[in-house]
């Protein structure tokens, strides 16, 4: 027999309408994030099936009995895809408050070329005034940078926020950003309706285009946040490392499951 | 072992196992289970997002590499995770040495390196 096949590529086929096969299908319609995360964790845990399998093989096991004792040894998809519940939400609540974070300079710009004092540097109470938003805007982009940091690099240094509390942060985040631009997009009305002419036509538009592509996908993203809280934001094994603990969480069910109190999702 | 023994300890053996070098994911759980003789013998499939986490933590650092024409995901121990490994060495020295003084009966604690 060949060396230790861990390492090696897999001499199994992955059979589109084997028990592996059912097991990712299953596992797929479980998991809760977007498609590429999805499609990541799908080609990892497919990979670390069929590494399985062959280690069960290369120690006698026949085809089916290593498929078989391989889907065993990861746990039924549920399981899975729950310990994978709060990794994912986490990820994608990060990438949304990069997204917002990126994109508020953008539509920003408009509106400060719009609305901002002629006399420039401006003074910090004109600004404020010419822009009432700029305050709340302040404190969302610091808010924004803690909950990154917290859930970063930085977390070991600071208070790590758990899964459900980094997508709570992040709903209210986007919430806040989507008052910003229904407020910016009332002034903007008030301005037309009031002095029509008084200011550049393309900036009106320009300003008024990002803050409601803004809104559109913020209100979505927020919208994600409300369905993930609702349907289970879990965390995964933790440890003391990274602090991570949370009520209700799934860490007790993935290592009571160690303890074989829950059995094996059979194929 | 416990479970809730274990848990508290996770990251840093996953941390340990891949000190030794860069793996995929199995063969870091497989190590896991095999290093400990089987006494760590979680769910493989729930570890990955332990695995996951200490990746957005600045702990490891992932590739996705092509072997045998499938994605494969190999994990490496950054600076920062071998710093982090390195205190929790320290800390788990220092408790399971004080732990033994009160616990270990009729047998002299080994002197530390």
């Given at each position: 027999m060949a060396g230790d096949p861990l390492n090696a590529p897999s001499a199994v086929a992955s059979d589109p309408a084997g028990p592996i096969a059912a097991y990712l299908t299953a596992l797929d319609a479980a998991l809760f994030g977007s498609r590429r995360a999805r499609a990541d964790v799908l080609d990892e845990v497919h990979d670390g099936l069929l590494a399985a399998t062959d280690r069960h093989r290369y120690r006698g096991a026949t085809a089916l009995e290593a498929e078989q004792a391989a889907l065993a040894e990861f746990g039924r998809p549920e399981l899975v895809a729950r310990a994978f519940a709060g990794e994912l939400a986490t990820a994608r609540a990060r990438r949304l408050l990069v997204t917002l974070l990126l994109t508020g300079p953008l539509v920003g710009v408009w509106w400060l070329l719009l609305?901002?004092?002629?006399?420039?540097?401006?003074?910090p109470g004109q600004l404020v005034s010419a822009l009432p938003v700029l305050p709340v805007v302040g404190l969302t982009v610091a808010a924004v940078l803690a909950v990154l940091a917290s859930t970063g690099g930085l977390s070991r240094r600071l208070p790590a926020l758990t899964p459900r509390r980094t997508v709570q942060a992040t709903r209210v985040l986007a919430l806040t950003c989507l008052a910003v631009d229904v407020t910016m997009l009332a002034l903007l009305l008030a301005i037309a309706v009031a002095?029509?002419?008084?200011?550049?036509p393309a900036l009106m538009l320009g300003a008024a285009v990002g803050s409601l592509a803004r809104l559109t996908w913020v209100g979505h993203s927020a919208h994600w946040c409300r369905r993930s809280a609702l349907t289970g934001c879990v965390p995964f094994p933790g440890g003391a490392t990274s602090g991570h603990a949370d009520e209700g969480s799934s860490v007790e069910g993935a290592f009571v499951a160690a303890d074989r109190r829950l059995t094996g999702w059979r194929p | 072992m416990r479970a809730e023994i274990l848990k508290g300890h996770l990251d840093a053996l996953l941390l340990a196992v891949l000190e030794a070098g860069d793996q995929h994911g199995y063969a870091v759980i497989e190590a896991l289970r095999e290093r400990s003789q089987g006494a760590?013998?979680?769910?493989?499939?729930?570890i990955y997002p332990a695995l996951h986490r200490l990746q957005r933590t600045g702990l490891l650092h992932s590739r996705w590499e092509t072997v045998g024409g499938r994605r494969r995901r190999v994990y490496t121990l950054t600076d920062a995770g071998q710093q982090a490994l390195h205190a929790e060495r320290s800390g788990w020295t220092e408790f399971s040495a004080a732990v033994s003084r009160l616990l270990v009966r009729d047998r002299a604690w080994p002197a530390i390196p």
């Amino acid at each position: 027999m060949a060396g230790d096949p861990l390492n090696a590529p897999s001499a199994v086929a992955s059979d589109p309408a084997g028990p592996i096969a059912a097991y990712l299908t299953a596992l797929d319609a479980a998991l809760f994030g977007s498609r590429r995360a999805r499609a990541d964790v799908l080609d990892e845990v497919h990979d670390g099936l069929l590494a399985a399998t062959d280690r069960h093989r290369y120690r006698g096991a026949t085809a089916l009995e290593a498929e078989q004792a391989a889907l065993a040894e990861f746990g039924r998809p549920e399981l899975v895809a729950r310990a994978f519940a709060g990794e994912l939400a986490t990820a994608r609540a990060r990438r949304l408050l990069v997204t917002l974070l990126l994109t508020g300079p953008l539509v920003g710009v408009w509106w400060l070329l719009l609305l901002a004092p002629h006399r420039w540097p401006p003074h910090p109470g004109q600004l404020v005034s010419a822009l009432p938003v700029l305050p709340v805007v302040g404190l969302t982009v610091a808010a924004v940078l803690a909950v990154l940091a917290s859930t970063g690099g930085l977390s070991r240094r600071l208070p790590a926020l758990t899964p459900r509390r980094t997508v709570q942060a992040t709903r209210v985040l986007a919430l806040t950003c989507l008052a910003v631009d229904v407020t910016m997009l009332a002034l903007l009305l008030a301005i037309a309706v009031a002095g029509p002419g008084a200011h550049a036509p393309a900036l009106m538009l320009g300003a008024a285009v990002g803050s409601l592509a803004r809104l559109t996908w913020v209100g979505h993203s927020a919208h994600w946040c409300r369905r993930s809280a609702l349907t289970g934001c879990v965390p995964f094994p933790g440890g003391a490392t990274s602090g991570h603990a949370d009520e209700g969480s799934s860490v007790e069910g993935a290592f009571v499951a160690a303890d074989r109190r829950l059995t094996g999702w059979r194929p | 072992m416990r479970a809730e023994i274990l848990k508290g300890h996770l990251d840093a053996l996953l941390l340990a196992v891949l000190e030794a070098g860069d793996q995929h994911g199995y063969a870091v759980i497989e190590a896991l289970r095999e290093r400990s003789q089987g006494a760590f013998d979680l769910p493989t499939g729930t570890i990955y997002p332990a695995l996951h986490r200490l990746q957005r933590t600045g702990l490891l650092h992932s590739r996705w590499e092509t072997v045998g024409g499938r994605r494969r995901r190999v994990y490496t121990l950054t600076d920062a995770g071998q710093q982090a490994l390195h205190a929790e060495r320290s800390g788990w020295t220092e408790f399971s040495a004080a732990v033994s003084r009160l616990l270990v009966r009729d047998r002299a604690w080994p002197a530390i390196p």
